[in-house]
């Protein structure tokens, strides 16, 4: 799949703030395991510069990056 498009499936835009502003849990990802979070369908908003899990995803899939406090 090409760079950009892969890039653009897992990154929130103008156009989608309505999905991670309806996100169901917002993740404290670190960037040496984004990798990871993506391949669980964790995504990206480049808006509020925060990883979140879609609606409809298994949360438990994540609970490794769940926040703790704040």
């Not at 990883?51 to 704040?70: A, E, Q």
Request: some cysteine; charged content about 25%; aromatic content about 12%.
């Amino acid at each position: 799949m090409n760079e950009t498009v892969e890039k653009r499936k897992n990154t929130c835009t103008l156009a989608h703030l309505h999905t991670c502003t309806l996100a169901q849990l917002w993740l404290d990802v670190k960037f040496i395991e984004k990798d990871a979070a993506v391949s669980l369908g964790g995504r990206w908003c480049s808006i509020r510069k925060k990883w979140y899990v879609p609606f409809g995803l298994d949360i438990n899939l994540f609970k490794k990056w769940f926040k703790t406090g704040g």
